[in-house]
């Protein structure tokens, strides 16, 4: 079960009013009242029935009676207004059954204690069979306001018990089930039902705030977000402030009706045109070509996965702010891969997008500086198309990050990010395990000669005994020892390079041990080296240390037409 407490001020007869009308698409049936503070009050019957007005204002009028009684002394937004409502797959309850869970919320969040004969008056309505509203004005027979601080989680501890006890289903709860707090602003029911209608599974929304998230993931600056929201087949327009700057933007689905529009801001918190200025300044600048002086720099590819790598160690070592701008440009990420990345992976890679959203939320707010790395690799990435290699490499990444996501949110016992992230590994490792057998079989293709395949069996057993052996039997061990050879050929020492990959990943609960090392020594050989220290790996087999034997042991479709952006004031 859900709660939901909102404020809408001192209007209770505006609340009620709404309760018991038809609602806005007629979704309000047989409204009534399944329990209130006195079992005598007269039930005001839905909206069509004879005296239904008069009986309103009566309601209004008892519930709002110690409000004029305590006067000035009022609380400002004297009105308490709570939805409850079970999830889809529960059972229909009864009239009596949601009448004990009103009074139990109410005991729980300090309005209406249980045996209080001052408790806060109240009423519970039913007008759907999925859930109650219940309103209460909050002044107290002592003419008092009453103690329902942190009412909202109070009243989620509660709903936990009454889902065991009446055999409902476990709902995770998180904080982003708190109104407000989410990043993600939820489709209204008008819009989900409109959506229906028109055959669409996803609401106007949703399908904006996919768009808009994807542009923002390949721009560079603001007129070619702006570019990219036409391109996708939006229509766009800016509002500009006296001063000349640029105040807000607002996007609609093309279609042949009037569109509706939505600000960056009802799409998602961090959509609003403010926010978008802090990501897009936040990137650190990446080369868009070779450069003559630096012949051997790293792929923006492996740049991001260096930088995606590293996020788990932000998740338990930096502040709230950090860990948030970390998590949110590796969902800029996940939202860029689908237009790198073949047909057959798109569908799965835009799933694992939406549901990171939801994964990677906190209430901190970002400060994106902290990750300018990786979303400056991100936009440079747009200049390198991938081969499947780096892209079977960055989600590996992104999948040891999910994991650790999933692992953080446990352990705060946010059970709806626990989901999210869940879903999103679902999704990333359906993607890799499709593109990740073919690149490890070309790169086995180029295996080198058996006498070099045993030398660096030798060297992994010096370098990872406890692993050396599942490494040999496993599928991509003939796509490491081609990997080690690149690697060497480029001067790398074998021994050096697989010591250095084993200790940027913990080994033991990886599902294959040759495939972690085969992208981290596929990043880690693109590294330039200097001609000092280059070495005939042929002439010599490395030499490993008992120290580092040790350390490394145990580490740790069809594009719509575009459309023209307005500019108005």
Known sequence: MIANIVK????????LAYLFDKGRANEHTDQHIVASWDDFIPDPDPWDSPGHKQRLGQLTQALDLRVKQAGNKAPEGHVWHCSIRAAPQDRILTDAEWATIARRVLHATGIAPDGDPDGCRWVAVRHAEDHIHIVATKVRGDLRPPRNWNDYHRAMNELRAVEEDFGLTQVPHGPEAAAGTSAVKRSTRAEEEKARRQGHDKTARERLRHAVRTALSHAKDLDEFFNLLADAGLQVETR?????DLGGYKVALSHAGTPIWFSGSSLATDLSLPQI?????????QPTATSSARPHRPSPWHVATAAAERIPHHLTRADDQAVQAHLTVLGEVLYALPAHAPLRLQAELQRAAAAF???AHTRARADHQHARALRGALKAMR???????????LLDAAILVVLAVQRHSALHHHDRQVAAARQTLTHLQAAYSQIAPASLAELARHSPSDNTVHRYARTLHEVLPRHAEQILTENAWPALTATLAAAEAAGHNPATVLQ????????????????????????????????????????????VSSNARTTAATPSTSTPLPARVHRSR
């Open 357 to 359: 959203e939801h994964a």
């Open 500 to 543: 250095q990959a084993a200790q940027r990943r913990p080994l033991d609960d990886a599902k294959s041990v040759s495939e972690v090392l085969v992208w981290r020594v596929q990043r880690l050989g693109d590294r330039h080296v200097s001609s000092s220290q280059r070495w005939d790996a042929l002439d010599r087999t490395p030499r």
């Open 277 to 285: 200025r802090q990501r897009l300044a936040a990137t650190e600048a």
């Open 240 to 244: 500009t402030l006296p001063s000349g």
């Open 383 to 393: 200049y390198q198309p991938a081969d499947h290699t780096g892209l079977a490499m």
């Open 8 to 15: 809408p001020g001192n209007n209770t007869y505006g609340v």
